[in-house]
């Protein structure tokens, strides 16, 4: 089973702390997101990486930068924690979608609920 | 960006009772996904669709991918407690572009099944 790991479930910081979330992924795949989930919003895309040094923008980057220096690795950094950046925050990793028919979803972590006082 | 809107926001429904929820795009898809979050979980794919008119079932659950590639439903058969969760959609991109492989997520619908 493919298996995307985060490394903390629960997270409380102070405003104005720089924060890391690590993701990793060990089933070699090429696409790596970070989203979070907020009530009634649903899930809105951070930013995402489509190889190891690449990265892309998302819909919500604002406040955020990311990291993927290895391929199984991909971190998400709050450079300036604020209290409206508390959330529930998502990695997902997918094999580089080929082909017409390629049948293969997200596979999420568990999840870091990251709390900002 | 593209948007996917996914409706009803909230469903409720005796234990036994049909659910549908429908996601619709103004936009053609390539492709679209569903996935289920069970209450303090994460989401879980359930399938996809790619296909115009495709139609997969999963024992009670039915997904349905519309003509012009631009809605999709999920319907799911005499609804069980386990059923319980968020339902999500979420839609590919149109062919091309630098966003491929990126999904766009539906608003999800949250279903509770009173037993």
């Known amino acids: 089973d493919v298996k995307v790991t985060q490394s903390s479930r629960y997270l409380v910081k102070r405003t104005g702390e720089k924060v890391f979330l690590e993701c990793v992924q060990d089933?070699?795949?090429?696409?790596m997101f970070w989203y979070r989930q907020d009530p009634g919003l649903g899930l809105r895309l951070i930013y995402f990486?489509?190889?190891?040094?690449?990265?892309e923008k998302g819909d919500i980057p604002e406040g955020y930068s990311v990291s993927r220096e290895k391929k199984e690795r991909f971190s998400l950094i709050l450079e300036s924690a604020s209290t409206n950046q508390t959330s529930m925050y998502l990695c997902?990793?997918?094999?580089?979608?080929?082909?017409?028919?390629?049948?293969?979803?997200?596979?999420f972590g568990s999840g870091t609920r990251l709390t900002v006082v | 960006g593209q948007q996917v809107m996914q409706i009803p926001q909230y469903q409720h429904v005796q234990e036994g009772e049909d659910f549908t929820t429908y996601c619709n795009s103004s936009t053609t898809l390539s492709n679209i996904q569903w996935y289920k979050q069970r209450p303090g979980g994460h989401p879980v794919f359930l399938i996809q669709?790619?296909?115009?008119?495709e139609v997969k079932k999963q024992k009670r659950l039915t997904f349905q991918f519309g003509e012009a590639k631009k809605n999709s439903s999920l319907h799911i058969t005499a609804t069980q407690t386990t059923d319980v969760g968020t339902y999500f959609c979420a839609a590919g991109p149109v062919a091309g572009g630098t966003s491929y492989g990126k999904l766009t997520f539906g608003q999800g619908t949250i279903l509770t099944v009173h037993p």
């Open positions: 089933m070699d795949h090429e696409n």
């Open positions: 669709l790619v296909k115009s008119g």
């Open positions: 997902a990793s997918r094999r580089n979608p080929g082909g017409r028919s390629d049948n293969y979803g997200y596979t």
């Open positions: 990486s489509y190889d190891v040094k690449m990265k």
